[in-house]
Nanobody, 123 residues
Framework: QVQLVESRGGLVQAGDSLRLTCAASGLAFSNSGMGWFRQAPGKEREIVAAVNWIGNTYYADSVKGRFTTSRNNAANTLYLQMNNLKPEDTAVYYC?????????????????WGQGTQVIVSS
């Protein structure tokens, strides 16, 4: 049984930093393309960042230069470091995995999802 468990988000102020982790189990993590998505109220789920099996990354334009994703295959863990947070980053953040080494930007192409964690950025 595949499980993706995100760490707790939280309420932070604009300009603060926050790190999310995603602990994976039940899948061949080192061979899985991994992604971070977010969904704000009334909006569609959108890609934030993704990392393929060898650590090549993709970032949405809205977070480039502020967010960094990385993975520790030995620990089956995915990370999202979020710096200089803005109120528009407020959303539920999800970790997602694919049954392939590669990543895409489309939520529908991810096979497994975490439960999501709320991040609220106050101005």
């Amino acid at each position: 049984q595949v499980q993706l468990v995100e760490s707790r988000g939280g309420l932070v102020q604009a300009g603060d930093s926050l790190r999310l982790t995603c602990a994976a189990s039940g899948l061949a993590f080192s061979n899985s393309g991994m992604g971070w998505f977010r969904q704000a109220p009334g909006k569609e789920r959108e890609i934030v960042a993704a990392v393929n099996w060898i650590g090549n990354t993709y970032y949405a334009d809205s977070v480039k230069g502020r967010f960094t994703t990385s993975r520790n295959n030995a620990a089956n863990t995915l990370y999202l470091q979020m710096n200089n947070l803005k109120p528009e980053d407020t959303a539920v953040y999800y970790c997602a995995a694919r049954r392939t080494r590669y990543v895409t930007t489309l939520p529908s192409e991810y096979d497994y999802w975490g439960q999501g964690t709320q991040v609220i950025v106050s101005s």
